[in-house]
């Protein structure tokens, strides 16, 4: 791959400061160090995952200032806190603080960090950035520290939605950093409703495509609300739509499309927002937008305005995670009492096909080790133990009350964790545990839901006994006493396997680096220009547009790297 200006630069800049430190700030002889780049890793002996150094190493590092949500008590701060403390007691590591940063500036110090040269031991970046280091060999290779000391629940959980952020870390068969998962998992899109409406209409719940298509059309041409004006519609549409991350997409789901994914097809990556099924799916939007279900200026105004007609009572259907319809019709509850309006149900198909609910597999940082670090195994020590903290030890005790959070929820000192990965199914895992808890009387499924999760349900358990109506959105989606919580749809789609993971998770390619963002650019652009009045064969020229733009180019590259990545499943840091 062609490098950047700023790799080339900091390969220049750091030739000396490696040099220089090729011993590195840690010492002791615990560590797995750079040695592993020689080692057979099917002979790697595990051990404890919270083995303590000593004697006592020190590692650099960088951290948010966070003091705006933490409460610091008995003298605490950024530098001196229970985790740094625990850090010292239990694994015999002590934290340099390099520098700790205005939250508002942390991206920027850390790509300051970079262009310097002067790199802390441990750190994030993005993936742009990994990629960078990792050309320039100025980050340690982890494969043995990982396998000598992931725990086996930390292990599992940042695998819970597949092996891909995982794999995502690799380099040609070996770990280079640690992912920091997210939960894109959990956000696959379902359907949101207003059942006022269709009362009002004497609609049935559709639960076909065709169905839906009608039911929206009537919403918007019947006066659902009943106020002589004709000033209701669906769907949040807005000029962002048709991006990467947009809840839209889920709208294609339907029609077994995925704009934003890259699919298996016959063993071959493609690009789903060139495949026949998106022409399906647009000239389905186009019907409802030439109907007037979809508003006629959603290309000209953003996501708060769309919050707006919201907010207003109309909008009629969303297509959302399990958290967006509910929340964002908090202003309407609020300003009309209404609550009894909404439901949430599964996206019915369009197809014969159950629906592929597509979801990102990147994860949202990457956790990275300075080159010639003695100890890179502090960095896995460190995702153990957030993760045991936060997703294992969920009884109050006295561990729980000192680095996670207070017994009533306002102090949550796990922000403090200096190495993190969010467990990608948390949200849903805990609402299973709070179903079996309602269905069992089992108390010991209530104490293994989170710390955040307890308080989520508390929110909804307070709005149903006291109708605060600033917990309303939480009964809906967390609250298995709730009738239809959308919690209980996700977490069905995700057991019942209905989803497509994004398959290209890698480094951007040469021309996608080049061309990638002017494709997308007339991605949305064709799709808006289609919905709002162009002929739907205006799909097939962009598509010979698409391709011949470079698009071709980077499905070619994208399926060179797929080689080494068709079964990450069977990689040695997964199974």
Same mark, same amino acid.
């Given at each position: *791959?062609?490098?950047?200006?700023?790799?080339?630069?900091?390969?220049?800049?750091?030739?000396?400061?490696?040099?220089?430190?090729?011993?590195?700030?840690?010492?002791?002889?615990?560590?797995?160090?750079?040695?592993?780049?020689?080692?057979?890793?099917?002979?790697?002996?595990?051990?404890?995952?919270?083995?303590?150094?000593?004697?006592?190493?020190?590692?650099?590092?960088?951290?948010?200032?966070?003091?705006?949500?933490?409460?610091?008590? %008995?003298?605490?701060?950024?530098?001196?806190?229970?985790?740094?403390?625990?850090?010292?007691?239990?694994?015999?590591?002590?934290? =340099?603080?390099?520098?700790?940063?205005?939250?508002?500036?942390?991206?920027?110090?850390?790509?300051?960090?970079?262009?310097?040269?002067? @790199?802390?031991?441990?750190?994030?970046?993005?993936?742009?950035?990994?990629?960078?280091?990792?050309?320039?060999?100025?980050?340690?290779?982890?494969?043995?520290?990982? !396998?000598?000391?992931?725990?086996?629940?930390?292990?599992?959980?940042?695998?819970?939605?597949?092996?891909?952020?995982?794999?995502?870390?690799?380099?040609?068969?070996?770990?280079?950093?640690?992912?920091?998962?997210?939960?894109?998992?959990?956000?696959?899109? !379902?359907?949101?409703?207003?059942?006022?409406?269709?009362?009002?209409?004497?609609?049935?719940?559709?639960?076909?495509?065709?169905?839906?298509?009608?039911?929206?059309?009537?919403?918007?041409?019947?006066?659902? =609300?009943?106020?002589?004006?004709?000033?209701?519609?669906?769907?949040?549409?807005?000029?962002?739509?048709?991006?990467?991350?947009?809840?839209?997409?889920?709208?294609?789901? *339907?029609? %077994?499309?995925?704009?934003?994914?890259?699919?298996?097809?016959?063993?071959?990556?493609?690009?789903?927002?060139?495949?026949?099924?998106?022409?399906?799916?647009?000239?389905?939007?186009?019907?409802?937008?030439?109907?007037?279900?979809?508003?006629?200026?959603?290309?000209?105004?953003?996501?708060?305005?769309?919050?707006?007609?919201?907010?207003?009572?109309?909008?009629?259907?969303?297509?959302?995670?399990?958290?967006?319809?509910?929340?964002?019709?908090?202003?309407?509850?609020?300003?009309?009492?209404?609550?009894?309006?909404?439901?949430?149900?599964?996206?019915?198909?369009?197809?014969?096909?159950?629906?592929?609910?597509?979801?990102?597999?990147?994860?949202?940082?990457?956790?990275?080790?300075?080159?010639?670090?003695?100890?890179?195994?502090?960095?896995?020590?460190?995702?153990?133990?957030?993760?045991?903290?936060?997703?294992?030890?969920?009884?109050?005790?006295?561990?729980?009350?000192? @680095?996670?959070?207070?017994?009533?929820?306002?102090?949550?000192?796990?922000?403090?964790?200096?190495?993190?990965?969010?467990?990608?199914?948390?949200?849903?895992?805990?609402?299973?545990?709070?179903?079996?808890?309602?269905?069992?009387? =089992?108390?010991?499924?209530?104490?293994?839901?989170?710390? @955040?999760?307890?308080?989520?349900?508390?929110?909804?358990?307070?709005?149903?006994?006291?109708?605060? $109506?600033?917990?309303?959105?939480?009964?809906?989606?967390?609250?298995?006493?709730?009738?239809?919580?959308?919690?209980?749809?996700?977490?069905?789609?995700?057991?019942?396997?209905?989803?497509?993971?994004?398959?290209?998770?890698?480094?951007?390619?040469?021309?996608?680096?080049?061309?990638?963002?002017?494709?997308?650019?007339?991605?949305? $652009?064709?799709?808006?220009?289609?919905?709002?009045?162009?002929?739907?064969?205006?799909?097939?020229?962009?598509?010979?547009?698409?391709?011949?733009?470079?698009?071709?180019?980077?499905?070619?590259?994208?399926? !060179?790297?797929?080689?080494?990545?068709?079964?990450?499943? =069977?990689?040695?840091?997964?199974?």
């Amino acid at each position: *791959m062609k490098k950047s200006f700023f790799a080339v630069m900091l390969a220049f800049v750091m030739v000396i400061a490696v040099t220089a430190s090729c011993g590195g700030s840690g010492s002791g002889s615990s560590g797995s160090g750079s040695s592993s780049a020689a080692a057979d890793l099917s002979n790697v002996a595990r051990k404890d995952p919270y083995m303590k150094h000593s004697p006592e190493v020190s590692v650099k590092m960088v951290a948010s200032d966070i003091s705006y949500v933490v409460v610091f008590e %008995d003298g605490d701060d950024m530098e001196n806190n229970d985790w740094t403390r625990a850090y010292k007691d239990e694994l015999g590591v002590n934290v =340099d603080f390099m520098w700790i940063s205005d939250a508002s500036q942390y991206d920027t110090r850390i790509e300051m960090m970079l262009a310097s040269g002067d @790199l802390a031991d441990i750190f994030p970046v993005k993936g742009v950035n990994f990629q960078q280091l990792y050309e320039n060999g100025l980050i340690e290779d982890l494969s043995v520290a990982y !396998l000598e000391f992931i725990s086996d629940d930390a292990k599992r959980l940042i695998t819970e939605a597949g092996p891909y952020a995982v794999d995502a870390c690799t380099r040609d068969g070996r770990l280079m950093a640690l992912p920091h998962t997210g939960n894109q998992i959990e956000n696959i899109p !379902l359907l949101g409703i207003r059942t006022d409406w269709l009362d009002n209409l004497n609609l049935s719940m559709p639960t076909t495509y065709q169905e839906l298509e009608d039911v929206l059309i009537a919403f918007a041409t019947q006066d659902p =609300d009943g106020n002589g004006i004709d000033d209701t519609f669906n769907f949040m549409l807005e000029k962002n739509s048709f991006t990467n991350d947009s809840d839209a997409n889920g709208f294609f789901f *339907m029609f %077994d499309a995925w704009p934003g994914t890259w699919v298996d097809d016959g063993g071959k990556l493609v690009w789903g927002g060139v495949q026949p099924n998106c022409k399906e799916a647009l000239a389905a939007l186009k019907r409802l937008y030439d109907s007037g279900a979809i508003n006629k200026e959603f290309p000209t105004f953003d996501y708060a305005k769309a919050i707006e007609y919201v907010t207003a009572g109309k909008v009629g259907a969303q297509i959302t995670g399990y958290y967006g319809s509910s929340s964002s019709n908090t202003g309407y509850v609020k300003s009309t009492g209404n609550v009894d309006f909404w439901t949430s149900v599964a996206l019915p198909s369009a197809t014969s096909n159950k629906n592929k609910l597509a979801y990102g597999t990147e994860p949202y940082n990457y956790h990275v080790v300075k080159k010639g670090y003695a100890n890179p195994e502090i960095a896995v020590q460190m995702m153990n133990m957030f993760i045991n903290e936060f997703y294992i030890n969920t009884m109050p005790n006295e561990r729980y009350l000192r @680095l996670v959070q207070n017994e009533v929820g306002t102090n949550p000192k796990w922000n403090l964790s200096l190495c993190q990965a969010y467990r990608p199914a948390n949200n849903i895992n805990n609402f299973r545990l709070l179903s079996k808890w309602h269905e069992t009387g =089992d108390q010991s499924y209530y104490d293994s839901v989170t710390a @955040l999760g307890k308080t989520f349900y508390a929110g909804g358990i307070e709005y149903r006994d006291t109708g605060n $109506l600033d917990q309303w959105f939480w009964w809906l989606m967390h609250c298995p006493e709730y009738e239809s919580p959308s919690m209980a749809i996700t977490s069905k789609n995700i057991a019942d396997g209905n989803l497509q993971p994004n398959l290209f998770y890698g480094a951007p390619t040469e021309t996608m680096t080049e061309r990638w963002n002017t494709l997308w650019d007339r991605q949305v $652009l064709a799709y808006q220009n289609i919905v709002t009045g162009g002929p739907i064969d205006d799909f097939d020229k962009f598509v010979a547009e698409w391709r011949s733009m470079g698009g071709d180019a980077i499905e070619r590259e994208v399926n !060179l790297w797929y080689e080494d990545h068709k079964n990450a499943d =069977d990689i040695i840091f997964v199974r």
